[in-house]
């Protein structure tokens, strides 16, 4: 696509990425090398951004692929000041939700196709199922990646806040939303305050996550004990607890309590309208 | 990022995804023109990758944000023609997975991390839950969406596969999946086959997915009449019956059997290790 990234950029955005466990180089381009240069952000500058933002960033979500072009997603945009104060409670008072110019919340919504399918007189029969509320959220993912790589190609920062779904009723009564939506995560946008972008964070080595044919554990175990040191120097230059991966694991995922109410998210989906079959 | 691109360029992109309903112009690059000018492409040609092209999907995948860096999904290359086989038999007979050089299934992976938690002797709590098998998908999709930005910058063309879905047994005992773990979508890479590229496909209008503060359901009615009348002739240009939007969802939506399957996807994850709690 371009031609004018360097070998040595290349080289150092992947060895960012992945430490002593750097993948050989194939093919690259300024996109992908945004994309590789990835860090989620968490302290915003209040400035605003510039007209047309939020637009071009719906059209690179739209643009997106959606299974069946079903388009069983929606975003709201949450502006209002009240509002944002209830997404950072519900958050665990999560900041950057108050602080940053633009915040979405991103639906999985097979709400619209049912009210059509009552509009014209049938029903649909296939939205009740789990597949449904998947497809919903897949398609929210996919749409908000691609506004996640359009605005960080903008210069922007941006950062998932999953944490919505710690009272997923609360945020769809605070958002208006109709029987058949709820949002799945939250996406704050803006211009980093000075020394909020960080480094890029370490991920498992590609010989965990890639397979070949067949799926193959047999030397995750390996892979692991090198990535929990490069993630305990990460974690100690960044200023945190020098935690390895596999301890924070155990503490976001060890326990129910752990989950900050997320355990009740199938009960509340069903109360807005995902029967989960 | 560039700068190179011109006005008209972003303008005929916007009106090719949105028809009469084009969206003011904002900010734009190459890159945002990439994603905006994307089609799933299902006819390809046989030629083979550059090299390290998959290295560079799979750096790009993974450098896509992870909730709590938890790191839930992994991907499975499929190459052996026999496994190819199977897939495009349980995706209805979708011949360009057997034709496309790189085909690749991503994973809902929560198994390895429950794995870790055994191994420590602190088997996690927190798996069991319909949160852990969303985080996972969503953590799938967001890596898979920047597999295909970047392969798209790179000239290739790509389909996601959701119908692996209907039968999502199946393709976990053809990949080896082990508990904790099911395959979510395909992905299709490689070079189109003449005519194979198609148009643009026009979305929604932003005005029926994009909410400001609160949902408004109030113009949705109107502007999908403007959509089918869109839909229609973009169907009828590409030689497709010209169905409307409408038409196309309920088709897909709105029986149990059009469902192919699917009905069973939450008894297919709980027998897969996902007890959906």
Redesign the interface.
């Known amino acids: 696509?371009?031609g004018m990234t360097s070998p040595t950029t290349q080289q150092a955005a992947?060895a960012a990425?992945?430490g002593a466990a750097t993948?050989?180089?194939?093919?690259?381009?300024?996109?992908?090398a945004?994309?590789?240069?990835?860090r989620?952000v968490r302290g915003y500058r209040p400035d605003p951004l510039?007209?047309?933002?939020?637009?071009?960033l719906?059209?690179?979500?739209?643009?997106?692929?959606?299974?069946?072009?079903?388009?069983t997603?929606?975003?709201?945009?949450?502006?209002?000041s009240a509002?944002r104060a209830v997404m950072t409670e519900v958050a665990g008072n999560q900041q950057h939700i108050l602080e940053c110019p633009l915040f979405l919340v991103f639906?999985a919504d097979v709400g619209?196709?049912e009210?059509?399918?009552i509009?014209?007189g049938?029903p649909?029969?296939?939205?009740p199922?789990?597949?449904?509320f998947?497809?919903a959220?897949?398609d929210a993912?996919?749409a908000?990646?691609?506004a996640?790589?359009?605005a960080e190609?903008?210069?922007l920062s941006?950062?998932?806040i999953?944490a919505l779904?710690n009272d997923t009723q609360r945020v769809a009564a605070t958002?208006?939303?109709?029987p058949g939506?709820a949002g799945?995560?939250g996406l704050c946008v803006g211009y980093p305050k000075a020394g909020a972008e960080g480094e890029?964070?370490p991920?498992?080595p590609?010989s965990?996550?890639?397979?070949?044919?067949?799926?193959d554990?047999s030397g995750?175990?390996a892979a692991?004990a090198a990535y929990d040191a490069e993630m305990s120097a990460f974690s100690q230059r960044n200023e945190m607890a020098a935690d390895t991966?596999?301890a924070?694991?155990?503490a976001?995922?060890?326990?129910?309590k752990?989950?900050r109410g997320?355990?009740m998210?199938?009960a509340a989906?069903r109360a807005l309208g995902f029967p989960?079959?």
């Not at 945004?34 to 990835?38: A, K, T």
């Not at 997603?73 to 209002?80: G, K, M, P, T």
């Not at 649909?124 to 939205?127: A, H, N, P, V, Y």
């Not at 965990?208 to 799926?215: A, D, E, P, S």
Request: charged share 20%.
């Open positions: 696509m371009d992947l990425r992945y993948p050989p180089a194939g093919p690259w381009n300024a996109t992908i945004g994309m590789v240069e990835h989620s510039p007209p047309g933002t939020l637009e071009t719906v059209a690179a979500a739209q643009s997106a692929a959606t299974s069946s072009n079903l388009q997603w929606s975003v709201v945009e949450v502006a209002d509002a639906l619209r196709n009210r059509m399918g509009a014209e049938k649909l029969e296939g939205t199922f789990l597949e449904a998947l497809v959220s897949i993912a996919l908000a990646q691609n996640v790589v359009a190609s903008l210069g941006t950062v998932y999953g779904r958002l208006g939303l109709p939506t799945v995560f890029v964070k991920r498992l590609q965990t996550i890639l397979h070949r044919g067949r799926y554990a995750e175990t692991r991966w596999t924070r694991v155990i976001r995922n060890g326990t129910i752990a989950l997320r355990d998210l199938a989906l989960l079959k």
